[in-house]
Nanobody, 117 residues
Framework: QVQLVESGGGLVQTGGSLRLSCAASGSIFGINPMGWYRQAPGKQRELVATITDAGYTNSADSVKGRFTISRDNAKVYLQMNSLKPEDTAVYYC?????????????WGQGTQVTVSS
């Protein structure tokens, strides 16, 4: 049983910072990539940032220069600085995980990030 457990969401004022963490556990042969998506009310889920096991990153234009993704084996982090009200959303940890010979997409339960103006 593979699980992704997130932590670190909350309420912050405009310009503030938050750090999200996500840890994968279970029968994992490999994880590639791992990252974060977000979903605001009334909107579709969108990519925030992902990182491969080799350290290559991909991020949305809207967060470049403000958010930094990092990874330590089966843990992924998202440092969010200079937060804006439009960053308010539920943030989901994502991982493409190899379980034996097959790869599967896994999602965390989501953590709320609210940025007040």
């Amino acid at each position: 049983q593979v699980q992704l457990v997130e932590s670190g969401g909350g309420l912050v004022q405009t310009g503030g910072s938050l750090r999200l963490s996500c840890a994968a556990s279970g029968s994992i042969f490999g994880i590639n990539p791992m990252g974060w998506y977000r979903q605001a009310p009334g909107k579709q889920r969108e990519l925030v940032a992902t990182i491969t096991d080799a350290g290559y990153t991909n991020s949305a234009d809207s967060v470049k220069g403000r958010f930094t993704i990092s990874r330590d084996n089966a843990k992924v982090y998202l440092q969010m600085n200079s937060l804006k009200p439009e960053d308010t959303a539920v943030y989901y940890c994502y991982a493409h995980i190899l379980v034996f010979a097959s790869g599967y997409d896994y999602w965390g339960q989501g953590t709320q990030v609210t940025v007040s103006s």
